[in-house]
């Protein structure tokens, strides 16, 4: 059974760092690109950084740029999310995503069930 449980959520200042981290089980991590989205209250969520299956290629949402650091370990079937500079509108729950690219999975999709960041003073 496919899960995704992520982890590192919580309250942080302005200004501060987290580092959110996504533990897959159940499938071959390395067949599937990761991504992390978030929901703030009231808002669509929204798709904030991916990463290809093999940790090669990055993309960004353009308010994360030069902030934000999406990274994975296929050995740990782990991916994560360095959050630094983190400002009050980054509040949101995080979701991580994982979504097959390869041959016999391809668009199987997986979701977790979502961290907590609040950026509040």
């Known amino acids: 059974q496919a899960q995704l449980v992520e982890s590192g959520g919580g309250l942080v200042q302005p200004g501060g760092s987290l580092r959110l981290s996504c533990a897959a089980s159940g499938f071959t991590f390395s067949a599937y690109a990761m991504s992390w989205y978030r929901q703030a209250p009231g808002k669509e969520r929204e798709l904030v950084a991916r990463?290809?299956?093999?940790?090669?290629?990055?993309s960004y949402v353009d308010s994360v740029k030069g902030r934000f650091t999406i990274s994975r370990d296929n050995a740990k079937n782990t991916v994560y999310l360095q959050m630094n500079s983190l400002k009050p509108e980054d509040t949101a729950v995080y979701y991580c995503?994982?979504?097959?690219?390869?041959?016999?999975?391809?668009?199987?999709?997986?979701w977790g069930q979502g961290t907590q960041v609040t950026v509040s003073s």
């Open positions: 990463i290809d299956n093999r940790g090669g290629s990055t």
């Open positions: 995503k994982a979504v097959g690219v390869r041959i016999g999975v391809l668009g199987n999709d997986y």
